[in-house]
């Protein structure tokens, strides 16, 4: 029983892994591409909890942390790309100087 518990969390683990990085890569708006960051983050921290179990609790609160971290500053990069650009577009991004 504990061992198709393992599975499926190391399944849906990977499957958010896979969608979060068809969304990085296919994408061109920055916030899609933050929001699928997150999620491939949020399926390594689910595979990381299918492979340890109870005992990896601690480093999943800090991972979730760090990632709340990431989010932050990600979004604050996007708002200033968005003063300067007044697009999300990726390849605007190249406009930007120093």
Do not use: P
């Not at 899609?32 to 399926?43: P, R």
């Not at 601690?58 to 200033?80: D, F, G, K, P």
């Amino acid at each position: 029983m504990a061992i198709e518990i393992v599975q499926t969390n190391l399944l849906f683990g990977f499957i958010l892994l896979g969608m979060g990085l068809y969304c990085v890569l296919s994408k061109k708006n920055l916030i899609k591409m933050v929001i699928g960051l997150e999620i491939m983050s949020k399926g390594a921290i689910l595979a990381f909890v299918g492979f340890g179990g109870l005992s990896v609790q601690a480093y999943v609160v800090v991972a979730i942390a760090i990632e709340a971290i990431v989010a932050a500053v990600a979004l604050s990069i996007i708002v200033n790309v968005w003063k300067h650009t007044k697009s999300l577009d990726i390849t605007d991004m190249s406009r930007l100087r120093g």
